[in-house]
């Protein structure tokens, strides 16, 4: 069976400043959007494990910064090794090849002409405040951005940013993430 992969982002209920371990942030929403079906899904924290058959279904788990900070957050809710999850991190093959970090919104800004709609600390205030449409629309534009980013990386072999001189572009190769299967077998948790 033909596996597809599916790009993750997700929202915590505090930051770094109040807990040091990712684990410890909570989850206030998680946002997929899953290639196998075209599909868009955001789960709140209470409906969290119908997010797992998605992630334990798919060839890759792809975002930007998830390896550091996405998965380690999802982890205490996650019953099975979240490492186990094959995995592309865009920020981590930007890393390997520029030699440093980037923010998304630079990222994006520089190679769609495009900005996030808002900021990580605008959702922990959603969260707070109870604004759960905004809170979900916030988690699926960034969903939708770092999609439109890979997909543009794929078709065009190049993302950009921008430095001191203007724009520079990075050559990338990520059409195998979206074509082969990733590999061996997942293990499945128990259902929920």
Not at 18 to 30: D, N, R, W
Not at 83 to 97: A, E, G, P, S
Request: a negative charge; hydrophobic letters at 35%.
């Amino acid at each position: 069976m033909k596996k597809f992969p599916v790009v993750i982002d997700l929202e915590t209920k505090h930051t770094f400043r109040e807990f040091s371990e990712p684990g410890k942030l909570g989850i206030t929403v998680a946002a997929v959007f899953n290639y196998k079906d075209q599909r868009q899904d955001v789960f709140r924290e209470k409906e969290i494990n119908k997010l797992f058959p998605i992630l334990e279904n798919c060839s890759y788990v792809i975002g930007y910064n998830i390896d550091s900070f996405d998965l380690p957050v999802l982890q205490p809710y996650y019953p099975g090794k979240i490492d186990n999850f094959k995995t592309f991190d865009i920020l981590v093959d930007i890393k390997k090849i520029i030699g440093k970090r980037l923010a998304l919104n630079d990222v994006i800004h520089a190679t769609l002409e495009k900005k996030k709609t808002g900021h990580g600390l605008e959702a922990i205030d959603f969260y707070k405040e109870g604004k759960w449409e905004e809170l979900e629309k916030y988690c699926m534009a960034d969903v939708m951005l770092t999609k439109e980013l890979f997909d543009y990386g794929i078709i065009n072999k190049k993302i950009s940013y921008l430095n001191e001189n203007g724009k520079v572009d990075i050559d990338v190769n990520w059409g195998k993430y979206l074509e082969d299967n990733g590999g061996g077998e997942m293990p499945l948790t128990l259902p929920f």
